[in-house]
């Protein structure tokens, strides 16, 4: 059986009642990114004491801390040791804290501002490559992962829809570049239809079983044309075709880790709850 939770506050900024929800759902793992009005890593000692006591009367786990450490950035304007930087490390030893005193195996981050084109030959190295981008974005990312190694926490960055990473292809390539043990991907197969990634077989693959620690799923319309995204309920959009195969292959492959629903979808005239509502049975059919 695996493993299936949801993001908390994709039911409800309330915390309590997302718990609630989700274990009426029946599902087990509680993926942290914002309770009641604060992201994971800027609760102070109080807040985290209440969460964690609603946490052990819900009998949920925790699967991943999901703070936003690194979103946003452009790799051109920030240094290691800058106050950006630096800001967002101590986010992180903040976030690594929170996950040790969950027990939540896991502490995300995000890979900074999306350069377009990174690699290129036959002049466009020379005219459209953003030069110098992929190797910065390899240095910027040592000192978040050899902090993970001496805490002995698992990093696991996602790929996201407007950052460095935005598809399996490239989360390949990011974790055998900076080769540690201490570092997986978030895989948001949505997020990467935003690349042009088909999610199956060409991300998956690319990916491989290995590669992957921590599973978004949710569904969307994309116009990359228009610059429009349309969320809906899981099935009906874009991710349709791919959903039945990537289950498929997952269980056949062993994956261990947990597949997380991303409720955000709004249905018309209705508020995320709805949404959650309306996918949750589709999401257990698939992956549980």
Not at 186 to 213: F, H, I, Q, R
Not at 263 to 282: I, K, L, N, W
């Amino acid at each position: 059986m695996a493993k299936l939770g949801v993001i908390t506050d994709g039911i409800s900024p309330d915390f309590e009642h997302a718990l609630e929800v989700m274990k009426e759902a029946e599902l087990e793992y509680a993926g942290l990114q914002f309770l009641w009005d604060k992201e994971v890593g800027d609760l102070d000692d109080a807040e985290m004491a209440r969460a964690h006591t609603l946490v052990e009367s819900y009998g949920v786990q925790v699967s991943c801390i999901s703070r936003h450490n690194f979103a946003g950035m452009l790799v051109g304007e920030t240094e290691v040791g800058d106050a950006k930087h630096a800001k967002h490390m101590d986010r992180l030893r903040r976030c690594i804290e929170m996950a040790k005193a969950f027990g939540a195996p896991l502490v995300r981050i995000m890979s900074f501002r999306r350069e377009m084109i990174l690699f290129g030959r036959k002049g466009a190295d020379h005219w459209i490559v953003s030069k110098g981008a992929w190797d910065k974005l390899l240095k910027l990312l040592e000192p978040p992962v050899q902090l993970a190694e001496d805490e002995d926490v698992m990093l696991v960055l996602e790929t996201g829809n407007n950052a460095m990473i935005p598809s399996g292809y490239l989360g390949r390539k990011l974790i055998d570049n900076l080769g540690s043990s201490h570092l997986k991907i978030l895989w948001d197969p949505c997020n990467s239809l935003y690349a042009n990634e088909p999610t199956y077989p060409d991300g998956y693959k690319a990916l491989g079983v290995e590669g992957l620690e921590h599973i978004h799923i949710k569904d969307a319309r994309v116009d990359m044309l228009k610059a429009t995204v349309e969320f809906c309920e899981l099935g009906a959009g874009d991710m349709a075709p791919y959903l039945e195969p990537l289950a498929a292959d997952l269980k056949k492959d062993g994956y261990q880790g947990v597949i997380s629903l991303e409720s955000v979808y709004r249905p018309d005239g209705g508020d995320f709850e709805d949404g959650f509502r309306a996918s949750v049975g589709e999401f257990k059919r698939l992956f549980g």
